[in-house]
C-alpha cells in the first residue's frame, strides 16, 4: 500500500508561480521503482495529465498545455514529488492530483492505470 499526500496548493494572480509537493510513504514504496504523474481536475471539465516522471526508468513528459512552465521533479530522500509551476494562467486552476504505480509503462493521458492516488490540492489562478 502507498498513501500519497499533496500539499503546496494556493491562490496567485496570473504570472505567477507555486510548487505543490506530494509526500508517498508505504513499506512498499521504493521511490526509484514507481512512475509518478501529476493530474488535474477542473469544475466542468475533462481531467487532464499534467506530468509523468519515472525517475528510476528516465522517463518524464508533459502536456502540451504546460511544457516550457510546469516541470516535475523528486527528491527521492525525501520520498517526495514536485511540480514547479511558472507562468500560471487562470486556465491552470483546478485541483491538482498526484498518482503514483510501479508499473513502467503507465501513460499520463490513461489515469485509470494509476494504482495510488492523493487526495489532491487545489490551485487557483486569478486574472
Known amino acids: 500500500q502507498v498513501e500519497l499526500v499533496e500539499s503546496g496548493g494556493g491562490s496567485v494572480q496570473a504570472g505567477g508561480s507555486l510548487r505543490p509537493s506530494c509526500a508517498a510513504a508505504g513499506y512498499t514504496y521504493t521511490s526509484s521503482r514507481y512512475c509518478m504523474g501529476w493530474f488535474r481536475q477542473a469544475q466542468g471539465s475533462e481531467g487532464e495529465g499534467v506530468a509523468l516522471l519515472c525517475p528510476g526508468y528516465g522517463r518524464t513528459g508533459y502536456a502540451d498545455s504546460v511544457k516550457g512552465r510546469f516541470t516535475v521533479s523528486q527528491d527521492n530522500a525525501k520520498n517526495t514529488l514536485y511540480l514547479q509551476m511558472n507562468s500560471l494562467k487562470p486556465e491552470d486552476t483546478a485541483m491538482y492530483y498526484c498518482?503514483?504505480?510501479?508499473?513502467?509503462?503507465?501513460?499520463?493521458?490513461?489515469?485509470?492505470?494509476?494504482?495510488?492516488w492523493g487526495h489532491g490540492t487545489q490551485v487557483t489562478v486569478s486574472s
Open positions: 498518482a503514483a504505480d510501479p508499473n513502467l509503462w503507465v501513460s499520463r493521458t490513461r489515469p485509470s492505470e494509476f494504482r495510488y
